[in-house]
């Protein structure tokens, strides 16, 4: 059975790569803003991974981060944080709650696989923060 992920990605020509790279080998789900991604998990459709836009509208990722890891359902799900911020990284080592992994856009989507791939393959999932 493929690993569930969740894409959760604002950007209609970022999306479509995202999903075309990841397919073949995840059962990928799509989400253009961290309020349908919590609308999409409500129906108990929990994924193994979140790969996430960090400025999305409507629910930004850091508001979607917040409320993902606050939560005692969805805390553990891993995220990748993908994001265009030259400030990203400060705003990521200022949160209170880990994330598994940071690329900057764009990226090359061998070092996501490679990303998605060390998540996957650990028996603790390994946290940056």
């Avoid at 998990?41 to 508001?63: F, V």
Wanted: charged share 20%; hydrophobic share 45%.
């Amino acid at each position: 059975m493929k690993k569930k992920i969740l894409l959760v990605e604002d950007e209609p020509t970022i999306h479509r790569l995202l999903h075309f790279i990841l397919s073949k080998e995840f059962d990928v789900r799509s989400a253009a803003n961290g309020f349908e991604a919590f609308v999409w998990m409500e129906r108990q459709d929990i994924p193994d991974l979140i790969i996430m836009d960090w400025m999305m509208p409507q629910m930004d990722g850091g508001t979607f981060l917040k409320l993902l890891k606050v939560s005692g359902l969805y805390s553990e799900i891993p995220v990748i944080v993908l994001s265009a911020s030259e400030s990203i990284r400060q705003e990521l080592d200022n949160l209170p709650y880990p994330i598994s992994h940071c690329l900057h856009k764009p990226f090359d989507p061998r070092t996501l696989k490679t990303a998605i791939g060390n998540i996957f393959n650990a028996s603790t999932y390994g946290f940056i923060n």
